[in-house]
């Protein structure tokens, strides 16, 4: 794109100051920052206008399958589930694109060593939860691995140089997620170099989408799937593509499940599934107000008790009907690198201003139905999300421990 282009593009979304340094980069950095700003979707901009205004629709509880229920019937699910999985129908996404800002690790999460008196990487935790159901089903499962920009060298490299932690590597696929340029509070977009804009990955929603532009959907329709387990890279005892799950699912005629665990406390900081408009959607817990906290459904249980883990089942015919529909962009405040007055990079300590993500509660949304299904979550649920305290390095080895993992 020509320079004259792409000033007018700056000029109608006010952007002007990305070529502020423009006169004194070489050739090839002139081209690069000007088919950067070509390529850039400065729409999502929008989104700014927009911010904290609530568009809920009406909340009301959905049912979900609790530990008793399941219990009594998991023979009769894993049986359904392990066929479906034998059959080549199931695959799982890791979804691995995220920043991981929290931890502070330059890696990406992943490659975080959890071990203390051994090496055990967040991956190789992972991989070994997932080859407990290679080895029930006796078959691979088809693993897609989702990256960015920002980490996919490193992933890719890092699985390469330690084997697949045993996995088959032709059961593996990688793919990178569609990238946002990130604002300051005042909706400038950030430059983390002199020709290059800061972007950041455009959350954990859009990685249907991104398999679809990498001809990964075709794939994994050639291999046979029909249902897609797609978990976080952060909860190092999840299980992944479990057959009990995936057979309640299919058992119950659903089109999605979501595992959940039951909340420690009314207010604390994780979505509950619930109905919405009658759809299945995720309630965020700064949107759960006092009167949904302490609802009661028709047992007299609290209403919205059951907190989601980012471990969903989608079928994958229903992702190809919700593929092309725009999912809402939030605007979620972080720490964004960027370049000060005299071009150094600052890596800031607090958030400086704002990303764009879309988030997988609103592809719930879009689902005919979803199944809740409860479990243990001292046995299911370790999130790494911060180095100390609250779903940390800590806490997610203290759990390791009770479950008998060596660390
Ligand atoms: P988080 O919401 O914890 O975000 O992601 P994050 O970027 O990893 O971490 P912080 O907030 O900066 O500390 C939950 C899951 O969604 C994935 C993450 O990799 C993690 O598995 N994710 C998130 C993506 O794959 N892409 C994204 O754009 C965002």
Redesign the pocket.
């Given at each position: 794109m020509e320079l004259s282009t792409v000033k007018e593009k700056l000029e109608k979304y006010g952007q002007q100051h990305l070529l502020k340094y423009y006169d004194e980069l070489s050739d090839d950095s002139k081209t690069k920052l000007l088919n950067e700003i070509a390529d850039t979707d400065f729409d999502v901009l929008n989104a700014l206008n927009h911010k904290g205004e609530s568009k809920r629709g009406v909340i009301s509880p959905i049912g979900s399958m609790e530990i008793d229920e399941i219990n009594e019937k998991s023979d009769a699910f894993r049986t359904v589930g392990l066929e479906a999985i034998k059959r080549g129908e199931v695959a799982a996404v890791?979804?691995?694109?995220?920043?991981?800002?929290?931890?502070?690790s330059d890696d990406?999460?992943?490659m975080y060593n959890i071990g203390i008196t051994k090496p055990v990487y967040i991956f190789q935790r992972l991989i070994e939860n997932l080859m407990d159901v290679v080895n029930e089903a006796s078959c691979y499962i088809p693993l897609f691995v989702?990256?960015?920009d920002k980490n996919n060298e490193a992933t890719v490299s890092f699985m390469k140089e330690h084997d697949y932690f045993g996995y088959n590597k032709d059961y593996i696929f990688f793919f990178k997620?569609e990238m946002a340029p990130a604002t300051d509070y005042e909706g400038h977009v950030l430059l983390e170099a002199k020709d290059k804009l800061s972007t950041?990955?455009?959350?954990?929603a859009?990685?249907y989408s991104s398999m679809v532009k990498n001809g990964l959907d075709k794939k994994a329709k050639e291999l046979g799937v029909k249902w897609i387990n797609i978990?976080?890279?952060?909860?190092v005892l999840q299980r992944i593509a479990d057959p009990v799950f995936v057979g309640a699912v299919i058992d119950g005629g659903f089109v999605s499940g979501a595992k959940v665990v039951r909340k420690v406390a009314k207010d604390e900081k994780v979505g509950a599934m619930c109905l919405e408009d009658g759809k299945p959607s995720i309630v965020e817990y700064y949107d759960m107000t006092e009167e949904l906290m302490d609802a009661k459904n028709e047992k007299g249980d609290p209403a919205y008790n059951f907190g989601v883990i980012?471990n969903y089942l989608f079928s994958i015919d229903e992702l190809d009907e919700i593929v092309r529909k725009k999912l809402e962009l939030h605007v979620?405040e972080?720490?964004i690198p960027y370049i000060d007055e005299n071009g150094n990079l600052v890596k800031p300590s607090e958030p400086n201003g704002y990303?764009f993500?879309?988030l997988?509660l609103d592809m719930i949304h879009e689902m005919k139905n979803c199944l809740p299904f409860e479990v243990v979550r001292e046995k299911e649920f370790a999130?790494i999300?911060?180095k100390e305290g609250v779903d940390s390095v800590e806490s997610a080895r203290e759990l390791c421990k009770k479950n008998g993992i060596e660390l």
């Open positions: 890791l979804l691995a694109g995220g920043m991981g800002t929290r931890l502070g990406p999460k992943g989702m990256t960015s997620q950041s990955p455009n959350g954990n859009g990685w978990f976080a890279v952060d909860n980012l979620v972080k720490k990303k993500e879309q997988v999130p999300k911060n």
